[in-house]
């Protein structure tokens, strides 16, 4: 795991490095900002912390969570300075698709379903990422003043690894697993060292549990205010909602016999139009094409691109590999290895042509 970028920052330098691809420097210009604004949200906690209002939602019950501790504030005073909160909790809902807590077994099942909702804490953010992929489905939002990561799986051992940010970033050490209960139910918390965020004591707390029988779920939250504070920001986890993982572009056209196993999407207060990025990989046996879209700032992107794909101009790199499109305020790359196993061209170029950019990049709800 990268200690310096993100996850989807490094596969697509990864990309373009195996590819021999230039490296436009605009679009990792805006995200290296982005990421120095989410690492300083991490010392301003203590600054923010003050409530200002009582979000009206979060007084109903919530599934398998039932209130047991103090309702608290989860809107964070204004930043004088940094990122601002925002509603992201802007994915639309999964109508007629049951929640984790009624199928625990769909968990991870569906690239384009998340078996939760993290809304009441997404509500006021600054950056929100939502993945779906076989067998995990993950939250993590960013604010002002509390960091959360959700990792959810039908098995312990199937958990998704720890993030960076959280309890796997470099010299974070924790607890040993301390037995607590959940709802009545079994848990564990691991506690890491306190450090000073502006004059008052931060830690990060780790929950691993079972919610209902046949689903694991880790929480981690970053947070002044002890332990307390950490259940209060858990209960308002709700296990019986689901939301789609949607972006603003889909895919017309699919190889015979390929699919879509995976969906991740960034929101981001400072991201053109809200849209951070996202991906969507095509998998067909051995062969992988990894398709990104990320909001275009102003000026960035803009090279030639001489190849035709449908309705699109597409630049390619000369050694294979790795291509771009820039449309409707979009940036989008596709990317696979190359070789024996690989999609040739034409097959790329035949989804490329396929994809579909929502009129409104801006409105998850038209996605």
């Not at 960035?300 to 794909?309: D, I, T, V």
Request: aromatic share 6%.
């Amino acid at each position: 795991m990268s200690m310096d970028l993100d996850p989807e920052l490094s596969a697509s330098l990864q990309a373009r490095a195996d590819a021999g691809s230039p490296i436009d420097p605009e679009p990792l210009l805006a995200a290296a900002v982005a990421r120095g604004q989410r690492v300083r949200t991490r010392r301003r906690a203590a600054t923010a912390a003050a409530a200002v209002a009582t979000l009206a939602a979060l007084a109903a019950t919530t599934a398998l969570l039932p209130r047991q501790h103090a309702d608290i504030s989860l809107e964070p005073a204004p930043s004088a300075t940094g990122p601002r909160n925002v509603n992201l909790a802007r994915l639309p809902e999964a109508a007629g698709q049951p929640g984790a807590a009624a199928r625990p077994d769909l968990v991870g099942t569906d690239p384009g379903i998340l078996h939760f909702s993290v809304d009441a804490l997404a509500a006021a953010a600054a950056r929100v990422l939502w993945v779906s992929k076989p067998g995990v489905e993950i939250a993590e939002v960013q604010r002002t003043d509390f960091q959360v990561y959700l990792g959810l799986a039908q098995a312990r051992s199937k958990l998704p690894p720890p993030a960076l940010f959280f309890s796997g970033g470099p010299g974070v050490v924790l607890s040993a697993p301390v037995q607590t209960s959940l709802a009545g139910r079994a848990a564990t918390v691991r506690t890491s060292d306190p450090w000073q965020d502006q004059g008052q004591p931060s830690r990060l707390y780790v929950f691993e549990w079972q919610p209902v029988n046949g689903l694991w779920a880790r929480f981690e939250v970053q947070t002044i205010g002890g332990q307390q504070r950490a259940l209060q920001i858990l209960d308002q986890v709700r296990f019986d909602q689901t939301r789609r993982c949607v972006l603003p572009i889909r895919l017309d056209y699919l190889p015979p016999g390929a699919t879509v196993p995976e969906c991740d999407v960034d929101l981001s207060e400072d991201s053109p139009a809200g849209f951070s990025r996202g991906g969507l990989t095509v998998v067909d046996g051995q062969r992988r094409l990894s398709i990104r879209a990320s909001g275009a700032w102003p000026g960035s992107g803009e090279y030639p691109r001489p190849l035709k794909a449908g309705p699109y101009q597409v630049a390619a790199d000369s050694k294979g590999g790795f291509w771009t499109i820039l449309a409707q305020g979009l940036f989008i790359e596709a990317s696979t290895k190359t070789g024996k196993n690989s999609l040739t061209q034409a097959e790329v170029f035949r989804v490329l042509a396929g994809i579909r950019i929502a009129d409104q990049v801006n409105n998850p709800g038209s996605w």
